[in-house]
């Protein structure tokens, strides 16, 4: 995974990019419901909305069933891992599953 960063100005939250085969995404999603952690699951339907409530998938099941046949346009993953907040972006793209990963500083968010 390549880790982009920034040149001058604020500093941002390391950032890391991959593409993952079907397999990656698997394991990917395996791991996830293997720590039992909470993760918040936000979908971006095909309208460029990000979708909460009924619409949106509240389990990693439902995400990567959504994500895979390409019926929505993206879904992001936050979870708590290792003294930090992550934010997975997975969007399809035609070499498999894009992956955008970004680790937040958790004391932004309590």
Same mark, same amino acid.
């Given at each position: 995974?390549n880790e982009?960063?920034? #040149?001058? *100005?604020?500093? !941002?939250?390391? =950032?890391?990019?991959?593409v =993952?085969?079907?397999? #990656?995404l698997?394991? =990917?999603f395996?791991? !996830?419901a %293997? #720590?039992? +952690?909470? $993760?918040e699951?936000v $979908?971006? @339907?095909? %309208?460029?909305?990000?979708?909460a409530g009924?619409? %949106?998938?509240?389990? +990693?099941?439902?995400a990567?069933? !959504?994500? $895979?046949?390409g %019926?929505?346009r993206a /879904? #992001?993953l936050?979870?708590?891992?290792? *003294?930090? /907040?992550?934010? @997975?972006? +997975?969007?399809? /793209?035609?070499a *498999?599953?894009? +992956?955008?990963r /970004?680790r937040?500083?958790p004391?932004?968010f309590?």
């Amino acid at each position: 995974m390549n880790e982009t960063q920034t #040149q001058g *100005g604020p500093e !941002l939250p390391p =950032l890391y990019e991959a593409v =993952l085969d079907a397999d #990656q995404l698997d394991a =990917l999603f395996a791991d !996830l419901a %293997a #720590q039992a +952690l909470p $993760v918040e699951v936000v $979908v971006r @339907d095909r %309208a460029r909305q990000a979708t909460a409530g009924p619409r %949106a998938a509240t389990t +990693l099941p439902e995400a990567r069933a !959504l994500l $895979v046949p390409g %019926a929505i346009r993206a /879904v #992001q993953l936050r979870y708590p891992w290792d *003294g930090a /907040v992550w934010w @997975d972006t +997975l969007t399809p /793209v035609a070499a *498999g599953f894009r +992956l955008i990963r /970004v680790r937040h500083d958790p004391t932004l968010f309590a």
